[in-house]
C-alpha cells in the first residue's frame, strides 16, 4: 500500500489562501471559477457527496462537473431491462438532485492538473479547487467488441443494460425470442454491479418459462471469471439455482465479437495459451461491455497502473495529493462497484475530508462493505452483502443467501425511494447502523 503525504498546516493554509485569491497553488494558471471543494462526476457517490458538503461550506462553494441532463438510477436497469419498470422511473432531471446551493458545471472534465490544483473543461474551462473529490463512475468500451456498438442498430436480438440506449431492447428481444441459444456474458476487465449480468439472465429464464418458451431455449452464461460469484455463500446458493434451471455456465470466456448478420458471438477461451476462439449462434445475446475509468482520468497522473484513481482503500484519500478524494467506481478500492458501495464510502469520505479541511489526518476507515441484490425471479431475491475480505457482512439476522420475496421486493421498491429521497440528499451511509441494531449489538 502506498504512504499516504500528510497534509501540513503550511499547505492547508496555502490552500485556503489561493482559495480567496481565486488562483491555483502554483500561481501558472488563472481560474474563472474557484471552489473550497469541487465534485468531478454526478453520479451515485458525487451527488451524495455535494450534499454531504453544500449546506455545510455555502452557496457558491462546491461545484459538481457533469455534462448529463438526466440522473439515472441505474441499478433500476435489470428491471426496465426484464419489463419490470420503465426506463423514465429511473431517471431525474441532474438539476433536480443536486443541492440548490451547490454550482452545477455542465461540462466534461477532459484534464487533471493535481500540482496547480486545476481540473479543465471540454469547452477550455478551468476550474480551480481547494479539494478535489473525483467521482467519474465507470466508461462502457462496447467499440472494445469487434461489431460493436453497431451490431445494436442492425440487429434487435442484441441488447445490453448497461446503457440507455439499448437497455429498452432487452424485453421487446425476449419477447420475440422463440427458441434458440440465449447468451448472456461477462466481460474481462472490473464492471460496475458484477451481479447484474446474472440477473437478467434469471428474469429471463422467468419470462421464458412463463410465457411457454423455455423448453425451446437454451440458456448461456458465458463469463471471463473462473467462478459465478466471487463470494462462496453466495456462489454456492447461485450453482444451486443454475443447475436447477438448467443453466449452461462456461468459465473464462470473453466476447471478442458479435457478426450480426450471421448472429453469431466469438468468444476467446482465456486459459487457452494460443487465444482459442469459440463461435456460438445466438437467438438473443446480452452484452456486458468491457469497462474502465473514464480516459481523461485514465489519462492524468491520478491513477495506478491498472488506470483507477489511485486512493487508500480504507480512507479514500489519494496517495500522493492529501486534498483529492475518490468515491465509486473510479477508485482503485478493491471491492465491487455498485451504489451500495458508494453509500457506504460516501460517510467514511465526509469525515476524512472534513477531517483534513481542519488541519487533521484521515483517520475513519471504510471495511469494504458492498451489497448486490441477486434478483433470481420476478419474485425472489438473494441479497449479498460482503466486505473487502468477501465475507458475508449481512444486514438482516436471518440467511440473506436465501431467495426471498421480502428481498425482492427491498430491490424494486423500497431500494429506489431509499436512493432518490436519502441518500443523494446526502443522509444514507450504508446500513452500518442498522445491521448494528438488528444483531442487538454484537459485531457483524
Known sequence: MSTLVPLSRRTFTVIRQSSRRGFSTSGSYHSKKHYQLLVVGGGSGGCATAAKFAGRLGKGHVAVIDPSEMHYYQPMWTLV??????????????????????????????KFDPDSCMVTTASGEQIGYDYLVVAMGMQLNYSQIKGLPEAFRVDKSVCSNYWSETVTQTFPALEALQGGNAIFTFPNTPIKCAGAPQKIMYLADHYLRKAGKRDKTNIIYNTS?????????YAERLMDIVKNRN????????????????????FVDLDSPEGRTETYQYSFLHVTPPMSAPDPLRQSSLVNPDGYLDVNKETLQHVKYPNIFGIGDCTSVPTSKTAAAAAAQSG????????????????????????????????????AEF??????????????GKERRLMYH??????????????????????????KMLHLGLSK
Do not use: H
Request: net charge positive.
Open 348 to 383: 467514511i469520505l465526509k469525515k476524512n475530508l472534513q477531517a483534513v479541511m481542519s488541519g487533521g489526518k484521515a483517520q475513519s476507515q471504510y471495511d469494504g462493505y458492498t451489497s448486490c441484490p441477486l434478483l433470481t425471479g420476478n419474485n425472489k431475491c438473494i441479497l
Open 247 to 266: 443453466i449452461e455456465v462456461n468459465y473464462r470466456r470473453s466476447l471478442v465479437e458479435v457478426r450480426p448478420d450471421k448472429k453469431e458471438a466469438v
Open 225 to 233: 471469471l473462473g467462478v459465478i460469484f466471487g463470494v462462496k455463500k
Open 387 to 400: 466486505d473487502f475480505a468477501g465475507q458475508p457482512l449481512e444486514t438482516f439476522p436471518i440467511d440473506q
Open 81 to 110: 431491462g426484464a419489463g419490470l419498470k420503465t426506463l423514465q422511473a429511473s431517471g431525474r432531471p441532474m438539476q433536480s438532485v443536486l443541492p440548490s446551493s451547490c454550482d452545477w458545471i455542465k461540462d466534461r472534465a477532459v
Open 410 to 435: 427491498m430491490k424494486k421498491d423500497f431500494m429506489p425511494e431509499l436512493y432518490w429521497n436519502v441518500m443523494l440528499k446526502g443522509n444514507w451511509n450504508g446500513p452500518a447502523l442498522t445491521r
